[in-house]
């Protein structure tokens, strides 16, 4: 459109880094994880390492059980971490003969307090 103008277009290097930098990430699939589709199919469990804030009954540690289909959630204070075992078949015994239903499958967070010998002993 203007005469005289010099061809201003020069091939521009671009490094890896910079293009890897600006490349969109392919959204994370929304249905791939397994969810349960009747009570207690799937049950979530964490127990929560010692807390500075220590609750009336002087425990330190607790466990939540969260049903994946209902979204029930139950928690239970323990004062020691080997407590663990017992606590979990008192709410599975608990859980079943109130529900009438039996549970399938225990998703916890791969840590150590469900390789002791009484909970080994059980599954």
Request: proline share 2%; with cysteine.
């Amino acid at each position: 459109m203007v005469q005289g103008m010099p061809n201003l277009e020069e091939e521009i290097l671009v490094c890896a880094s910079c293009q890897y930098g600006k490349q969109n990430r392919l959204l994370f699939s929304h249905n791939k994880a397994w969810r349960a589709i009747k009570k207690l199919q799937l049950i979530h469990t964490n127990v929560v390492e010692p807390s500075k804030t220590i609750s009336l009954s002087r425990s330190t540690y607790y466990i939540a059980f969260i049903d994946d289909y209902t979204r029930l959630c139950w928690v239970y204070f323990l004062k020691f971490k080997s407590d663990i075992a017992n606590v979990f078949l008192k709410f599975k015994n608990w859980i079943e003969n109130l529900s009438g239903h039996k549970i399938r499958v225990i998703r916890s967070n791969n840590s150590t307090e469900y390789t002791l010998d009484k909970f080994a002993k059980f599954c």
